[in-house]
């Protein structure tokens, strides 16, 4: 069973589209996270949940906005897509001892 | 400042001998976490091995062992008898201990680690 899974783990589009990648976490934990990992594999943070509550925004344009509908759940939604946000997504949940899981990574191409 | 130094971009190692990845950190809180995490060239971040700042041993798991220096603030991590399947990028990442930041993990820009047969 994985334990934090993404989907889509591809994902090509075109500029100004939306686009939604899910992730969903099987460890019980009630922390996730979303980071963007960018071409030089520099590992950013963007948002996290704890319980359904967002508590850490990382200066991230609004056109991002994350969802979280219970807390085995984190989705990230991307309006109006620009050539900028082409990375790889990685998804996260937390222990209570603090190490992160990270889900196998959504690469976002847009064209 | 950064957080977390990670000085060596790209590194060689050759079969069975051991390497050390550097991994400094900044920090003032007196509790906080020291993780490093492999990334093979398929993508997934893999968890190696974790540190917390009032742990006295150095972490080890198995092939794996994390040389902590407080005072230098440095947190390497050092494999031993290198594997081909051990070339990857490896990130050194920090968690700090208060409020907020205790929820936020701080990431190294990665060391690329080659195995030579």
């Known amino acids: 069973d994985t334990a934090v899974s993404q989907t889509p783990k591809y994902l090509v589009t075109q500029m100004g589209n939306d686009k939604s990648i899910k992730c969903e976490q099987n460890l019980g934990h009630d922390t996730m996270y979303w980071y963007k990992q960018d071409s030089k594999k520099f590992l950013k943070i963007m948002f996290s949940?704890?319980?359904?509550?967002?508590?850490i925004n990382e200066t991230v344009p609004n056109r991002f906005s994350p969802k979280s509908p219970d807390k085995a759940h984190l989705n990230l939604h991307i309006n109006s897509l620009e050539l900028g946000d082409s990375a790889v997504y990685f998804c996260?949940?937390?222990?209570?001892?603090?190490?992160?899981?990270f889900g196998e990574g959504s690469r976002l191409t847009v064209l | 400042a950064q957080k977390i130094t990670q000085t060596q971009p790209g590194m060689f190692v050759q079969e069975k001998e051991a390497v050390t990845l550097d991994c400094t950190y900044d920090t003032s809180d007196q509790s906080y976490g020291l993780f490093w995490y492999k990334q093979p060239s398929s993508g997934e971040m893999i968890f190696l091995i974790y540190?917390?700042?009032?742990?006295?041993q150095n972490a080890t798991e198995g092939r794996y062992s994390l040389n902590f220096q407080k005072a230098r603030k440095s947190a390497n991590l050092v494999i031993s008898a290198s594997q081909l399947g051990d070339s990857a990028m490896y990130f050194c990442a920090m968690r700090e201990g208060r409020g907020d930041n205790f929820n936020k993990f701080y990431f190294g820009s990665g060391t690329k680690l080659n195995v030579k047969p």
């Open positions: 540190q917390g700042s009032y742990d006295e």
């Open positions: 949940y704890n319980n359904k509550e967002l508590i």
């Open positions: 996260a949940s937390r222990t209570e001892t603090g190490e992160l899981f």
